[in-house]
């Protein structure tokens, strides 16, 4: 069963929405911060959360870096799967099919760097969680790819909540 129009309304524009603002970000950031007089990293919390310039060759936490082709295809599959989830799974759950969205808009944005960014994702997003500790710097479509394991959860638990109400007032 292919999703409704509904789905297919929610959907498709998360994913280009998200590809498109991931990968202006990373443009838009990268420019600023590396012009001649650019300021090189920016402030946006002092002592929390800054704009820095960071590549990364490798997947989260910088897992097989340098295996470029491994990761895009890798990344392919995902995306694949992804597809293939949203157009064959039937949901009706407008959530999912967001999160769905999310994850193929974090996969592409990514998979575009690698491609065409000589295998380096761009990151720019740097916090700072302890006094002198940075979280691994991070894009919007690692972003994205977050929330959407979010909201997957919080539909699963959702869902398993409202099923087991169902099943009750049936009994």
């Not at 402030?43 to 295996?67: H, K, T, Y």
């Not at 065409?116 to 761009?122: A, I, K, P, W, Y």
Request: charged share 15%.
């Amino acid at each position: 069963m292919m999703p409704n129009l509904t789905a297919q309304l929610v959907f498709w524009p998360v994913v280009a929405v998200g590809v498109a603002l991931d990968l202006w970000t990373k443009r838009a950031v990268f420019d600023w911060l590396q012009q001649p007089r650019g300021p090189g990293s920016f402030s946006l919390i002092d002592g929390f959360l800054q704009l820095v310039i960071a590549v990364n060759d490798g997947a989260a936490f910088g897992i097989a870096s340098g295996q470029r082709y491994k990761l895009i295809a890798i990344s392919v599959i995902a995306l694949i799967v992804i597809l293939a989830v949203f157009l064959f799974s039937g949901t009706e759950r407008k959530l999912v099919h967001v999160a769905l969205g999310l994850f193929a808009a974090g996969v592409c944005g990514n998979l575009y760097d690698r491609i065409f960014n000589d295998g380096l994702v761009r990151d720019f997003i740097d916090v700072v969680y302890w006094s002198g500790r940075h979280w691994p710097a991070f894009n919007v479509a690692d972003s994205m790819l977050c929330i959407g394991v979010a909201l997957i959860i919080i539909s699963n638990f959702f869902t398993e909540k409202s099923s087991r109400k169902h099943a009750r007032q049936h009994e």
